[in-house]
């Protein structure tokens, strides 16, 4: 119980680290100086001195929505193993924790369309098109580790697999990880799919849904983003590839688990980087092509598993 | 007995195979076309030779080199040094658009699955696994030729649904006699040869390779 408690609060302490990181890797990258990496910091921290302004024709959504998202990541950090597995998945698995992400995208499309602007409706439709493709993908690729170590609980199978050496690796798990990472890409906003970084109407997906929240709202919609990514890549981390991670709660157990999981997360900031800085954002319309590559991939990863 | 080794290599392999056809359905350029083939023909090569050295059995390394040196090198180039010589567009231009296609092709796939399923369980062989996803090549390569425009790009589905029956035939029962092996990679040499130049000359007489066009006639 105290270690979800750490853990999540970790979680929630280090998400804006990530993203920083992220976007100094992409600067250095592009040959940019870049901001600092704790800039996510002082933004946030800015947004929450400043008061919110709703919309008057917005409806109890607008302001339920920052506290849904915020809610729905804070309950999924509980249950996702990220330094140690052990004491964990007291409430849900990997099911629950899809549906609350599931349930923070449904708040999120909600009120871009209560504020009524134009915007916010276009970015909740492509929002929900997208999601359409990749929540199936998400679901089908963690089922195929689900299959692999045998149970749906996400930290029994980071650590089925993680004590059972490398003899549960099959071709499966990286077509999965595979279908997970393009999902992680187009679920949290990234550049084939949506750009983080602009606010050019024309192609903006997840910026569009939050366009109408501002100060405290804003800081918490944001904060649950840069959360919500953290959390795709500890899974993807942690359930994927669990190796290193602490096990049995002794001090050298939790020592290396640390620096296996931030050796993990260094390793997909910089892919992602990569990926954002070496691929052109995908027109909408040609979007479906790639979704569908990385359903069919869960798929095959999937089949595969009973095939081989 | 058989290793484990071996038998994660197939199994990677077979995969590798499977993930091949998958990346065919879904890549829109004829040049990654002719590179996903090679890649698949290595792989098959590279599971002939596993089984090779599982059995024991020295004509599966002939047919194992043959398959690499004519089906990774010599065709693909063929076919690159076709399109480049015709000056076709690089696009490849499906008649199902590529999401409906992978999805059609994913449907094949559990199709094969659960029609190979029975033979697979009474299958003695270490391969015997690999039957599902040889009869999804076969059939993947058989969508591909028909929901693809340019002539070009159904000889591809042709030589995929040889690929197909190739490894079905390694799965089952360690490879057909030698004489055999020999005999289709002529057919299909000869076979991609002919086609080649036909696809040249239809070229030239039609101005396009776009199959659906062939429909018409002319005077």
């Known amino acids: ?308 | 007995m058989v290793s484990t080794l071996s038998l994660d290599a197939i199994n990677t392999l077979a995969a590798m195979i499977l993930l091949a056809d998958f990346m065919l359905v879904a890549s829109s350029r004829m040049r990654s076309l002719t590179r996903i083939f090679a890649l698949q023909s290595l792989a098959m090569g590279g599971l002939a030779a596993v089984v090779a050295f599982e059995t024991g059995a020295e004509h599966i390394y002939v047919i194992a080199v043959l398959s690499v040196a004519l089906k990774a090198v010599v065709i693909p180039r063929f076919i690159d040094y076709i399109t480049e010589k015709i000056q076709v567009n690089r696009e490849v231009e499906p008649l199902i658009k590529i999401p409906g296609s992978l999805l059609i092709c994913a449907a094949i796939t559990i199709l094969a699955y659960f029609v190979t399923e029975p033979i697979m369980e009474l299958g003695t062989a270490i391969t015997s696994n690999c039957l599902a996803i040889s009869f999804a090549t076969v059939l993947i390569g058989m969508f591909l030729m028909v929901s693809r425009k340019k002539a070009i790009t159904q000889v591809i589905g042709l030589l995929v649904v040889e690929n197909g029956v190739f490894l079905a035939a390694i799965s089952t029962t360690y490879s057909m006699p030698m004489v055999v092996e020999l005999g289709v990679f002529f057919d299909i040499f000869v076979g991609v040869v002919i086609m080649g130049i036909f696809a040249f000359r239809i070229n030239r007489t039609f101005e396009t390779v776009d199959s659906t066009v062939l429909r018409r006639l002319k005077d």
Request: net charge neutral; aromatic share 10%; glycine share 6%.
């Open chain 1, 1 to 308: 119980m105290l270690t979800s408690l750490v853990q999540t609060l970790l979680i929630l302490a280090l998400s804006p680290l990530f993203t920083g990181l992220i976007r100094k890797l992409k600067a250095y990258f592009q040959g940019r100086q870049g901001a600092s990496v704790l800039q996510p910091y002082w933004d946030l921290a800015k947004l929450f001195h400043k008061d919110s302004v709703v919309s008057q024709d917005a409806s109890w959504i607008m302001t339920a929505t920052p506290y849904v998202c915020m809610t729905a990541v804070i309950a999924a950090s509980f249950m996702v193993p990220f330094i140690t597995t052990s004491s964990l998945g007291f409430v849900g698995d990997l099911i629950v924790v899809v549906y609350l992400f599931g349930m923070m995208r449904f708040f999120m499309a909600l009120a871009g369309l209560d504020a009524g602007s134009s915007f916010g409706g276009m970015g909740s439709s492509r929002e929900m098109t997208v999601s359409a493709i990749v929540e199936p993908t998400i679901l089908l690729s963690v089922f195929t580790m689900a299959l692999i170590s045998g149970t749906t609980d996400l930290s029994g199978m980071s650590q089925s697999l993680a004590t059972t050496g490398f003899d549960l690796v099959r071709p499966a798990l990286f077509l999965a990880l595979a279908a997970f990472f393009i999902s992680t890409l187009a679920e949290n906003a990234r550049v084939p799919v949506d750009n983080p970084s602009t606010h050019l109407e024309l192609t903006m997906i997840h910026e569009a849904m939050v366009l109408e929240h501002s100060g405290k709202h804003l800081a918490l919609m944001e904060w649950s983003s840069m959360t919500k990514l953290l959390l795709y890549l500890v899974i993807m981390a942690n359930i994927f590839l669990p190796w290193g991670i602490d096990t049995d709660l002794t001090v050298l157990g939790l020592a290396t688990g640390t620096v296996a999981i931030i050796l993990k997360l260094l390793v997909f900031s910089l892919a992602i980087a990569l990926v954002e800085s070496s691929m052109a954002k995908m027109r909408l319309f040609r979007l479906p092509n790639l979704l569908t590559v990385s359903f069919s991939l869960s798929l095959l990863a999937v089949i595969s598993y009973y095939i081989l």
